[in-house]
Nanobody, 124 residues
Framework: QLQMAESGGGLVQAGDSLRLSCAAH????????FAWFRQAPGKEREFVAA????????MYADSVKGRFTISRDNAKSTVWLHMNRLKPEDTAVYYC?????????????????WGQGAPVTVFS
């Protein structure tokens, strides 16, 4: 059964960059699409980015488009989220999860194997 483990969160200043990593355990990695979601205090978990099985297709939330990049390495069973030009409103706990569907989706219930999350705090 797929299980994800996020790492790389931290405390950064607005405008800085940060890279989150997500290691997958269980399942066959290259048969899953993957996504990053985030949850800010007092808010619902929201979609950030998704990537197709071979990495050729990506999808982003409008709020991060042009600043964040999702990537994957099937040989390493790892997904990354590269975050540039961070803003205070990016502060949240970031989660990754895998989906068995073919098409990329922002729907949270299409993903599973959620990790414990990586907290990111951006101060101005």
């Amino acid at each position: 059964q797929l299980q994800m483990a996020e790492s790389g969160g931290g405390l950064v200043q607005a405008g800085d960059s940060l890279r989150l990593s997500c290691a997958a355990h269980g399942g066959t990695f290259n048969t899953y699409i993957f996504a990053w979601f985030r949850q800010a205090p007092g808010k619902e978990r929201e979609f950030v980015a998704a990537i197709s099985r071979q990495g050729g297709g990506t999808m982003y939330a409008d709020s991060v488009k042009g600043r964040f990049t999702i990537s994957r390495d099937n040989a390493k069973s790892t997904v990354w989220l590269h975050m540039n030009r961070l803003k205070p409103e990016d502060t949240a706990v970031y989660y990754c999860a895998g989906g068995t569907g073919v098409n990329l989706t922002q729907r949270r219930n299409q993903y599973g194997g959620w990790g414990q999350g990586a907290p990111v705090t951006v101060f101005s």
